[in-house]
């Protein structure tokens, strides 16, 4: 029986992946006026946020307690149906578009799919596929530490990731060397914070303040920002991750507000998607967006988002309708065949 989607996950879904395609476009803002680079370091604040709040919904889903015989197993061929057979199949649609000028062989075409999918994908907007992929290897054990945590150590954990957060941001910017290590560094921390917001994000007095304070955030990390303090401004300083926090419970408290829209979930269905092939529409039609300077191209910016994410989700639509659903028949096949899946 197919789950209900929860049409909240479903904005938080779409509305984030609408971020992470208006910061790509920001490529089209002149920044040398003091308008359009305010303008560009506001947009990354809160587009940027769109990495957190992936991570953050990732850990809310995937760091749960699954107990039963055979669980582990079937958590790991979830994940490689939905997220690994996916992931291949665009990265092989990337190659093809990556050497579209110089294509010369099909051998040619693998080995860039080869070498992309082992390590240099993870040096294009890919990385978020590599990072993803290693924090769901260890979410099924994660998962157990968090279900048994008393609310005492879970409040510590959080209190240890932000303040060694504040700590490396601090010296980082100050110039100081930092050198010391925290296993849930990067985006690590907003993976786990997935987990604990339901823990304690459930009162509306903390809803509130943390809406508020997500307001506060902004202000402040455009401020130091613009003053030259840019150092993990938008990864892992305690400012991006306060506000992204606050923008995740408030898109979660308006879609229980707002009437279910269709278009949100449908795109939200092909977030995953939008996001893997973004990149090779905003490459294809950024040339025709090229023709302005000055604050005019604020307004330009704004089309440009709204026309690479809408042909972005009409794109991965076609692909995840045709190419990605074979590829996961293919793997239902093969998997069937040497581990029968018993939950089917």
């Not at 090229?290 to 440009?304: E, K, N, P, R, Y």
């Not at 074979?326 to 239902?332: C, N, P, S, V």
Request: with cysteine; net charge positive; glycine share 8%.
């Amino acid at each position: 029986m197919a789950q209900t989607r929860i049409f909240g996950y479903d904005l938080v879904r779409a509305v984030a992946m609408f971020f992470v395609v208006a910061v790509h476009c920001r490529v089209v803002v002149d920044t040398g006026t003091t308008v359009g680079l305010l303008w560009f370091i506001a947009c990354g604040t809160v587009f940027l946020s769109g990495n957190a709040l992936f991570f953050i919904m990732s850990g809310k889903f995937n760091l749960r307690e699954r107990d039963g015989e055979g669980a582990l197993k079937g958590f790991y061929r979830s994940k490689a149906r939905n997220i690994l057979v996916p992931v291949l199949v665009y990265f092989a649609i990337r190659s093809v578009f990556d050497l579209r000028g110089d294509l010369q062989s099909v051998g040619q075409v693998a080995s860039y799919f080869v070498h992309g999918t082992l390590s240099d994908f993870a040096g294009t907007e890919y990385w978020f596929v590599f990072t993803l992929c290693g924090f769901l290897l260890v979410a099924p054990f994660l998962a157990r530490m968090f279900a048994h945590m008393p609310d005492s150590e879970a409040k510590a954990f959080i209190g240890i990731g932000i303040g060694f957060n504040a700590v490396l941001t601090v010296l980082d910017n100050m110039g100081i060397g930092f050198s010391w290590s925290y296993l849930f560094s990067g985006f690590a921390f907003a993976f786990c914070l997935g987990v604990l917001i339901d823990r304690f994000g459930g009162n509306s007095r903390v809803r509130k303040a943390l809406k508020l304070l997500a307001l506060v955030c902004f202000f402040v990390n455009v401020a130091v920002q613009y003053a030259g303090f840019s150092t993990y401004a938008v990864e892992v300083s305690p400012l991006y991750t306060v506000m992204a926090v606050g923008i995740y419970v408030a898109l979660l408290d308006l879609g229980e507000k707002i009437p279910r829209f269709r278009l949100v979930s449908f795109v939200a269905k092909h977030s995953f998607g939008i996001y893997l092939c973004h990149m090779m529409v905003l490459y294809a039609i950024q040339p025709f967006f090229m023709f302005d300077q000055g604050i005019s191209t604020i307004a330009v910016h704004g089309l440009f988002a709204v026309v690479v994410f809408a042909a972005s989700t009409v794109l991965a639509w076609l692909i995840d309708s045709t190419a990605v659903k074979g590829a996961k028949a293919l793997f239902d096949a093969v998997a069937n065949r040497i581990a029968p899946n018993k939950a089917a």
